[in-house]
């Protein structure tokens, strides 16, 4: 037998890359990583150049590549979001205040951090407590002081984001936490009620054990995130507009929103980061800002572009951000697309166009277009005979569902997590 040595060389040539999305309109944004400079070409090999892996043979005497490294086991325990929102808007005060915000917490852990935002000015936090809310802004625990660096308080820029020092606090799934603070200044603020039980009082009181007195104040305003450290596992986010934030009417309570509906069932975190009045290109430009920063997601939810229809040409427009709207999530989380519900009229552009516009991304969604996985909640909310009405006691002003309606939405996301999402 003939023995032959195969002698293979390697030639690598590597170039600058340059990645863009590109919107459908000079209006859109536009994510661009800078280019390289190329460098002159030499005999050297560059240190900055990543070896290829070593080529291996099997049995056969074929090549075959090393396997990919494995992937970084998570850790057993880690701090993952129990409560977010997304807070928009914007809400001052002159002298100082004590609020008293209800917000349920659905994660276990022996350990909580709390993150505030600040609006659209500066804002001064004097000091803050957590305790087990009670009824009526009482309390069922003695009120922990939260610290900031070690300080009882901050003061920080407009739309800044500041998180407490973690603090021994043990909570159980669902707990509702009384997170009461003393500020002044602008505090970042949601846009609807949804948070009954919460209020505020002028003056210092944020260590009364007592009920908060003042009053109701059912906004969600300063507190954007509470992290609980547990046992690491999933945790979702809920992105969209007010059908996902729980706007019904006037008052609300988001623990009868959708997303909440959902948690309670799987028994996992899906945090909201729904936004009234939110389309593709605010989800876009304050991605990073109210969906990126929140630590620890492993799932996206989103349902988005009930917004954007009306618009002679906005159908393209809309898979073209879509598109680019779960691009910039995959990276950060595993993403799934709702097709959007029914709409009986509009408030904005051609009622001909939402109805066409809507079909033809619903269409394009179940389709496959985006890659991601699909949640059909247009098809458990629709009329059989006309599919842009919804179903009898689903919907209350032809745009937004139902509290009936979000318990039927509740129960096809779980449904379809379940079956595709290994829930």
Same mark, same amino acid.
């Given at each position: 037998?003939?023995?032959?040595?195969?002698?293979?060389?390697?030639?690598?040539?590597?170039?600058? @890359?340059?990645?863009?999305?590109?919107?459908?309109?000079?209006?859109?944004?536009?994510?661009?990583?800078?280019?390289?400079?190329?460098?002159?070409?030499?005999?050297?090999?560059?240190?900055?150049?990543?070896?290829?892996?070593?080529?291996?043979?099997?049995?056969?005497?074929?090549?075959?590549?090393?396997?990919?490294?494995?992937?970084?086991?998570?850790?057993?325990?880690?701090?993952?979001?129990?409560? =977010?929102?997304?807070?928009?808007?914007?809400?001052? %005060?002159?002298?100082?205040?004590?609020?008293?915000?209800?917000?349920?917490?659905?994660?276990?852990?022996?350990?909580?951090?709390?993150?505030?935002?600040?609006?659209?000015?500066?804002?001064?936090?004097?000091?803050?407590?957590?305790?087990?809310?009670?009824?009526?802004?009482?309390?069922?625990?003695?009120?922990?002081?939260?610290?900031?660096?070690?300080?009882?308080?901050?003061?920080?820029?407009?739309?800044?984001?500041?998180?407490?020092?973690?603090?021994?606090?043990?909570?159980?799934?669902?707990?509702?936490?009384?997170?009461?603070?003393?500020?002044?200044?602008?505090?970042?603020?949601?846009?609807?009620?949804?948070?009954?039980?919460?209020?505020?009082?002028?003056?210092? =009181?944020?260590?009364?054990?007592?009920?908060?007195?003042?009053?109701?104040?059912?906004?969600?305003?300063?507190?954007?995130?509470?992290?609980?450290?547990?046992?690491?596992?999933?945790?979702?986010?809920?992105?969209?507009?007010?059908?996902?934030?729980?706007?019904?009417?006037?008052?609300?309570?988001?623990?009868?929103?959708?997303?909440?509906?959902?948690?309670?069932?799987?028994?996992?975190?899906?945090?909201?980061?729904? %936004?009234?009045?939110?389309?593709?290109?605010?989800?876009?430009?304050?991605?990073?800002?109210? %969906?990126?920063?929140?630590?620890?997601?492993?799932?996206?939810?989103?349902?988005?572009?009930?917004?954007?229809?009306?618009?002679?040409?906005?159908?393209?427009?809309?898979?073209?951000?879509?598109?680019?709207?779960?691009?910039?999530?995959?990276?950060?989380?595993? %993403?799934?697309?709702?097709?959007?519900?029914?709409?009986?009229?509009?408030?904005?552009? @051609?009622?001909?166009?939402?109805?066409?516009?809507?079909?033809?991304?619903?269409?394009?969604?179940?389709?496959?277009?985006?890659?991601?996985?699909?949640?059909?909640?247009?098809?458990?909310?629709?009329?059989?005979?006309?599919?842009?009405?919804?179903?009898?006691?689903?919907?209350?002003?032809?745009?937004?569902?139902?509290?009936?309606?979000?318990?039927?939405?509740?129960?096809?996301?779980?449904?379809?997590?379940?079956?595709?999402?290994?829930?």
């Amino acid at each position: 037998m003939r023995m032959w040595r195969t002698w293979l060389g390697v030639l690598a040539c590597v170039g600058g @890359a340059q990645w863009a999305c590109t919107p459908s309109n000079a209006e859109d944004p536009v994510w661009e990583e800078p280019s390289q400079e190329q460098n002159e070409t030499s005999n050297a090999p560059d240190a900055s150049v990543e070896v290829a892996p070593p080529l291996v043979l099997n049995d056969e005497g074929q090549v075959r590549t090393a396997p990919p490294p494995a992937q970084p086991t998570p850790p057993a325990v880690s701090f993952q979001p129990g409560f =977010h929102q997304a807070l928009r808007w914007s809400y001052s %005060v002159s002298s100082v205040t004590t609020f008293r915000m209800r917000v349920p917490v659905a994660r276990a852990g022996e350990r909580i951090q709390v993150t505030f935002r600040a609006g659209d000015g500066a804002l001064t936090l004097q000091r803050a407590t957590v305790a087990r809310a009670g009824a009526d802004g009482s309390l069922v625990s003695t009120p922990v002081a939260l610290s900031f660096e070690g300080k009882p308080g901050f003061t920080a820029g407009a739309r800044a984001l500041v998180r407490s020092d973690p603090l021994t606090f043990p909570v159980t799934f669902r707990d509702d936490l009384a997170i009461t603070f003393e500020v002044r200044g602008a505090l970042a603020a949601s846009a609807i009620n949804a948070f009954p039980g919460s209020f505020a009082r002028v003056g210092t =009181h944020s260590q009364a054990s007592e009920a908060l007195g003042g009053e109701a104040f059912e906004r969600s305003v300063g507190v954007a995130t509470v992290d609980v450290e547990g046992p690491t596992g999933r945790a979702f986010l809920a992105m969209g507009d007010s059908i996902t934030e729980g706007y019904v009417d006037l008052r609300n309570d988001t623990r009868n929103a959708w997303p909440a509906l959902v948690e309670s069932q799987l028994g996992v975190p899906v945090v909201n980061a729904g %936004v009234s009045g939110q389309g593709f290109y605010d989800a876009l430009m304050l991605l990073d800002d109210e %969906v990126l920063a929140v630590k620890g997601i492993t799932d996206c939810l989103v349902l988005l572009g009930t917004n954007d229809l009306g618009d002679e040409g906005a159908e393209e427009q809309m898979e073209t951000r879509m598109l680019l709207l779960v691009q910039r999530l995959e990276p950060f989380c595993h %993403v799934w697309v709702s097709t959007l519900l029914p709409k009986e009229k509009t408030n904005y552009g @051609a009622y001909e166009y939402v109805k066409s516009q809507r079909l033809s991304f619903n269409a394009w969604l179940r389709a496959g277009g985006t890659g991601a996985e699909v949640i059909d909640l247009e098809s458990v909310m629709r009329r059989t005979g006309n599919v842009h009405l919804y179903l009898e006691g689903l919907g209350v002003d032809g745009i937004h569902p139902s509290t009936d309606g979000h318990r039927v939405m509740a129960t096809e996301v779980v449904r379809t997590l379940r079956e595709r999402g290994q829930l």
